[in-house]
């Protein structure tokens, strides 16, 4: 019974398990690195960690994404199983310089 138990409680973190972890880091207003190449068809996790003092958006209408970094914070952000192709996401707050592209291929 205590094992269904742990099951029960697991199971919700098996539906954001993801075949492939990346890192993005905001320094300087600017996405680190700037383009990220995935593979097509997997679940994607991405860890974004904001080294600057000041909060940054990760927004992306490509990939229905949309998540305040507080400064010197860190979020995660699943995304997939995506098709091949390109998928642009910006910092809301700096968009003149904070701006990138997923590429799954």
């Given amino acids: 019974m205590k094992y269904i138990l742990l099951f029960a409680l697991l199971l919700p973190l098996a539906g954001h398990a993801a075949d ?26 991405i860890l974004v960690e904001n080294l600057d003092t000041t909060p940054e958006e990760f927004e992306s209408h490509d990939l229905n994404r949309e ?19 390109r998928y642009t996401f910006m910092g809301e707050f700096h968009p003149d310089s904070a701006h990138g592209v997923i590429t799954a291929q």
């Fill in 20 to 45: 492939t972890d990346v890192t993005l880091q905001i320094k300087d207003h600017r996405f680190q690195p700037a383009e990220i190449v995935v593979p097509a068809g997997k679940k994607i996790r």
């Fill in 67 to 85: 998540k305040v970094i507080a400064g010197h914070g860190s979020t995660t952000i699943y995304i997939g199983p995506l098709p091949a192709g």
